[in-house]
């Protein structure tokens, strides 16, 4: 059984929407109090999950459609995978937390047997770490609305240009012990591969994200922080937050993790750090640093 840890993923988007709102005509997802953008986990962990496709490995959560056009529900894939592999209840259940790696992370509500399986590995609602601007945007697109029609069709939509996000995830061992889920350690390996390159990797007319900075604290016992919340960004050239474009202009200070590090050393196993070319880091703790 892989040991408890904590992760903290800083990662920026350009000339984007991180992750639109449906109810607010697809705009950023903003807290109007401090205008800061939000980003729900389902977003992060659909660039997870698309990763893992890519990468060829089962995937429950994922869109798929039957013969006739329809979007298959959760429990649609659960039922296929029952008749396909002929499983009684309890055989249905060690296959898909065996063989779908985001049910045996994530979590699943399967209803036949009915089951609410508690991922022991949860994301967290991301939030950027500035106030971040958002813009409306209008243009003509290259071809005509319709058969016949010589003007172009018009397309709108808002984007932010620049805004850096935090993003919590934590994997609590007891959690996969109480229900008897074996996650090892290459299943976290895994986990973080797909979190780094499945923003990476994705890009689409809305989507332009990068990984800048993924710390992982890994702990002897449960003694965890809870939200990992110890990084400063420190502006270069006196810009306001909403002025930001690139990361080259900030600088991630990581005194505060040091002391936490230091506080919790009895509790702490290793610290890992990933962490972009680009990136200014500074006061660095004693950590393995590697490249994303």
């Known amino acids: 059984m892989a040991n408890t840890r904590e992760y903290l993923l800083i990662w920026d988007s350009t000339m984007a929407n ?37 990468e060829g490995k089962d995937v429950l959560v994922q869109t798929l459609k039957d013969d006739k056009g329809k979007i298959l529900s959760c429990q649609d894939m659960v039922k296929n995978i029952r008749a396909k592999e002929n499983l009684d209840d309890n055989t249905l259940l060690e296959h898909v ?25 949860q994301v967290m609602w ?4 500035h106030e971040a601007e958002v813009k409306f945007m209008q243009g003509n697109a290259a071809y005509a609305s319709g058969s016949g029609k010589e003007q172009a069709s018009i397309w709108s939509k808002y984007i932010s240009p620049y805004a ?67 990084i400063d960004v420190v502006y270069k050239e006196n810009i306001l937050p909403t002025e930001l474009r690139e990361i080259s ?35 660095e703790p004693d950590a393995t640093i590697k490249t994303i």
Not at 173 to 192: H, R, T
């Open 18 to 54: 991180p992750n639109g709102d449906m109810l607010s005509e697809n705009k950023p997802r903003i807290d109007e109090s401090t205008g800061q953008l939000e980003v729900s986990d389902v977003r992060i962990k659909r660039y997870i999950r698309d990763e893992w496709i890519k």
């Open 97 to 121: 937390l065996n063989n779908y790696i985001d049910v045996k992370l994530f979590g699943a509500v399967i209803t036949k047997p009915k089951r609410d399986i508690m991922g022991p590995l």
């Open 126 to 129: 991301s939030k950027s770490l």
């Open 164 to 230: 850096l996000f935090k993003t919590y995830a934590i994997y609590n061992e007891n959690v996969a012990k109480v229900q008897n889920i074996n996650v090892e350690e290459e299943d976290l390996e895994s986990f973080k591969k797909a979190l780094i390159n499945g923003l990476k990797n994705y890009r689409s007319t809305s989507k332009n994200q990068m990984p800048r900075v993924l710390i992982e604290i890994i702990y002897k016992d449960n003694n965890i922080d809870g939200e990992l919340d110890y």
């Open 249 to 283: 202009q900030v600088e991630i200070d990581l005194n505060k993790l040091n002391e936490y590090i230091e506080n919790k050393k009895d509790s702490i196993k290793t610290v890992n750090i990933y962490k972009h070319g680009k990136v200014n880091l500074v006061n």
